[in-house]
């Protein structure tokens, strides 16, 4: 009887204890899923805004309008994580290697007027939620889109 009753206590024990490690993986597995689709979300949001922004900048040449589609376009998430657009202008289309050239920065006088191309860069960094995915992803997520167009013929400021 004694032993009997010794072995379900070891076997409660060993219950709780194999729950515990289950409870940690589970809980771990939830948050990263969570960490991973606002991750998702954060990319498209920022491909999303960062093709209106162009769209935007090719019609108008606007570097404060492209400010106000940005902001018009981005949800609570992708608020919080923002970097300030850059725009870079080249003077000319043909021959152009975007991921070699760095262009220069437009800065919305009449200098950005003889460009005929554009990339404009929208990067959205964000920190780790989930240590476990510090240590094997890096501290810190993001996202970096970059979107490449000609500037239409008679778009004027």
């Known amino acids: 009887m004694r032993r009997l009753l010794h072995t379900r206590k070891a076997s409660k024990g060993a219950v709780m204890v194999e729950f515990a490690f289950s409870a940690l993986l589970l809980v771990l597995v939830l948050l990263s899923t969570v ?3 606002l ?3 954060a990319r498209q949001a920022t491909e999303r805004v960062a093709n209106r922004a162009a769209e935007a ?3 108008s040449r606007d570097i404060a ?6 902001d018009a376009r981005t949800d609570v998430v992708l608020s919080r994580c923002l970097q300030p657009v850059e725009i870079h202008l080249f003077d000319s289309a043909v021959g152009l290697d975007p991921l070699r050239t760095e262009g220069r920065l437009a800065d919305g006088t009449a200098a950005d ?3 005929q191309a554009f990339r404009l860069e929208l990067a959205c960094r964000w ?3 989930i240590p476990v995915l510090s240590g094997l992803l890096g501290p810190s997520g993001g996202q970096a889109s970059q ?3 000609h500037i239409r013929v008679g778009a004027m400021p």
């Open 39 to 41: 991750e998702l979300h």
């Open 57 to 59: 900048y090719a019609s």
């Open 65 to 70: 309008l492209v400010q106000e589609v940005i």
């Open 113 to 115: 007027l003889p460009a």
């Open 147 to 149: 979107v490449y167009a």
């Open 35 to 37: 960490e991973l689709s």
């Open 127 to 129: 920190p780790r939620l």
